[in-house]
């Protein structure tokens, strides 16, 4: 039988080591264990019940990932969208979604998210 590991368990087992490395700095497991949480939590705040898909409008970098986690350790479906969508493709990328009331983004993509919301 395969011995299971969590996020949780690599957490305290390496909390000093690292995990992900961005141009902000790196990212212990520990410190990338609370940046997951402190999301997910924002998000079970924030965002209804209803809406299972979190659309994701952030550029390539490191705490896209962290991100990423935090929506499904809240439960939630993360979908990511290309930050340079104009409002058009945002919409036609979330047609048939259960009224999208929140997503997450860069402030480079406010103004997109701020007008279809």
């Known amino acids: 039988m395969m ?15 690292p995990f992900l490395e961005s141009d902000s700095g790196i990212y212990t ?7 997951i949480s402190k999301v ?27 991100v990423l986690l935090g929506i499904l350790a809240a439960g939630k479906i993360p979908y990511p969208i290309q930050p340079t969508c104009k409002p058009d493709e945002y ?9 999208v009331q929140a997503a997450i983004c860069h402030e480079s993509s406010y103004e997109v998210i701020s007008m279809m919301l």
Request: with cysteine.
């Open 3 to 17: 011995n299971d590991i969590s996020l949780a368990d690599w957490r305290v087992r390496l909390a000093w080591k």
């Open 29 to 35: 497991y520990s410190s990338a264990a609370h940046y």
């Open 40 to 66: 997910a939590q924002y998000i079970k705040l924030t965002i209804v019940a209803e809406q299972e898909v979190v659309p994701m409008l952030l550029p390539n970098c490191s705490e896209f990932v962290l």
């Open 91 to 99: 919409r036609s990328k979330t047609r048939g979604m259960n009224e």
